[in-house]
């Protein structure tokens, strides 16, 4: 990693400034009600406001650090042939949780991660609706700013004798998540969409989010950055961290955020995990 703490904090507030001007795009087109959807090649729905985001969020980063490529949900038609030459990328979600936007459920976020040898150096999710941001960078910890609030810094909170409070998409229900969900004796469970999961395990609101189903790189970079610098991990089923860029396919495997890292998850994970 080449820059300076200051330098990658300054990195950090242009990319926060970048997201929250796609957020008001998005939010343009989410309170229109009329907008376009299409189907994409995976069968999941694509619409004018990922676009939108993209567009903005990928011009932006292009401005600030022109040397540094981009890799976009809606850009991604790139080779590992290619990407596997890049020691340091911009990967993006502009919209995380289409199918929640489509719905209007509210629970959809603007991802952005900046990756350093195959790992997330920093990371900004911006929350549309709420006008919530969460974000952090190497060795800076994690914060958090709101509407008429000022920037605070987050930290996850640890296990003590209580039950522990699970997050989930409400789409991702299903026997696997059942199975997971039968190992505790007691928990609270909110349903909530997108990376926001991870902002929630992030600012101590929640403590175990499994994730039990296809994602992609661009679901998790940033919020990977942000739990890891507010205490918590990220990781794989096996208790190794997520990686970035090192195969053809950008499918994450399973993976879970905990908000304390030393508190023994593994108890919970079902017998096969993905």
């Not at 998850?265 to 096969?272: A, Q, R």
Request: charged share 25%; proline share 5%; aromatic share 10%.
């Amino acid at each position: 990693m080449n820059d300076s703490s200051n330098e990658l904090l300054d990195l950090l507030y242009e990319c926060r400034s970048i997201a929250e001007s796609a957020a008001e795009k998005i939010m343009a087109i989410y309170r229109q009600n009329n907008f376009s959807v299409t189907i994409k090649k995976d069968n999941s729905p694509v619409t004018e406001a990922d676009f939108a985001a993209h567009h903005t969020i990928t011009e932006g980063l292009l401005r600030l650090r022109p040397e540094i490529p981009v890799l976009s949900e809606e850009d991604a038609e790139i080779s590992f042939t290619e990407r596997q030459k890049w020691n340091r990328y911009w990967l993006v979600d502009p919209l995380d949780g289409t199918r929640d936007f489509v719905a209007h459920t509210d629970t959809f976020s603007v991802n952005i991660a900046l990756i350093d040898n195959q790992e997330p150096i920093l990371g900004v999710i911006t929350i549309p609706v709420t006008g919530e941001s969460f974000y952090a960078c190497a060795g800076e910890g994690a914060f958090k700013t709101a509407p008429g609030q000022n920037e605070t810094r987050i930290s996850t909170k640890k296990m003590t004798d209580r039950k522990p409070i699970i997050t989930v998409s409400g789409s991702r229900k299903g026997e696997v998540l059942e199975n997971c969900l039968s190992r505790f004796d007691q928990y609270e469970i909110k349903y909530i969409g997108s990376s926001i999961k991870s902002c929630r395990v992030a600012e101590g609101a929640v403590d175990f989010y499994p994730c039990l189903g296809p994602t992609s790189e661009w679901d998790t970079a940033a919020g990977q950055c942000i739990v890891e610098q507010a205490g918590g991990a990220m990781t794989k089923m096996n208790c190794t961290r997520l990686a970035y860029n090192t195969k053809k396919s950008l499918t994450n495997p399973w993976f879970m955020a905990v908000g304390d890292p030393d508190y023994d998850w593994s108890k919970y994970i079902p017998d096969n995990p993905g």
